[in-house]
Each structure stands twice: as structure tokens, then as C-alpha cells.
């Protein structure tokens, strides 16, 4: 009987903890995601990077601020939609070059030249914002020697 309720009171002591642990992660969560909505709200401004995506060609590029403040997340949104469509053939031009709207932004790739001195690859704009997907830096390779 006595060993009985030893077990019931380990029992609980084991609920409560574990329930207080469950609130504490709420609790971290709740604060992570207020953090995370109100930089978001914010908004990033000119210059500054919102992550790297994909082109339709499957190239890495940096999306950057270029104009006004924008919502990272829907930076990435739009670029994202914006290779999607040149993926899918719905963009006209050479290569998918021409403007195309894509959720409320006009979206536009640059000729190669272009690409090649800037590392400019595409801009989307509203009127009072734009973002561009620029290729990486290369970083230096290594020299290798041959013996």
C-alpha cells in the first residue's frame, strides 16, 4: 500500500513538471513568433538582403532591397513566383525577359550584358518599392598545382 502511494506521487511530480515544461515552451514560442511578426511588419529597407532563392535557370541569387521597405517574406515570394512563371513558359521574350506581374510587383529580367557587369539578374518593383536578385559574389578558389 505505502510503496502504491510512492508511485502515485512520483506520478504527479512527473505530470507537473512535464506540464510545466510545456508551458515554458509555449511561453518561448509565443515570445519567438511576437518577435518574428513584428520584424516582419517592419519591413527590410534599401540595401538590405532577404535570402537567397533560385532564378528559373536554378541559379543562386541574393534578393535585395533596392527601393523602399519591404517584407522579406514576400520578397522571396514574389521572386519565387516570378521564376516560376519563366519556368512554366508564361513569360514572353527571349528567355522570359519581357515584365510580368506577379501579385502586385512587375517583375523583369535584365539582358546579359547587363547581368554579366552588375550581377543584377531580375528586378520586381511597385511603385514604391523594388527588390533585385543579384548573383553571389564568387569567392576565391583555391590555386591548385599540378606536379
Do not use: F
Amino acid at each position: 500500500m505505502e510503496r502504491e502511494g510512492v508511485g502515485r506521487a512520483a506520478g504527479w511530480v512527473s505530470n507537473v513538471a512535464g506540464s510545466l515544461a510545456l508551458l515554458a515552451l509555449l511561453a518561448g514560442g509565443a515570445g519567438l513568433l511576437a518577435g518574428c511578426g513584428s520584424a516582419a511588419a517592419a519591413g527590410a529597407g534599401p540595401g538590405a538582403s532577404c535570402g537567397t532563392t533560385h532564378t528559373a535557370a536554378n541559379v543562386p541569387v541574393v534578393i535585395k532591397v533596392a527601393k523602399g521597405t519591404v517584407n522579406c517574406g514576400t520578397a522571396l515570394q514574389v521572386e519565387n513566383e516570378y521564376a516560376a512563371k519563366i519556368r512554366d513558359g508564361q513569360v514572353q521574350g527571349n528567355g522570359g525577359g519581357a515584365p510580368v506581374a506577379v501579385g502586385g510587383w512587375t517583375c523583369q529580367g535584365y539582358p546579359t550584358p547587363e547581368v554579366l557587369s552588375t550581377g543584377n539578374a531580375s528586378q520586381c518593383h511597385t511603385a514604391s518599392a523594388a527588390i533585385v536578385a543579384v548573383l553571389p559574389v564568387p569567392t576565391p578558389a583555391t590555386t591548385m598545382t599540378t606536379g
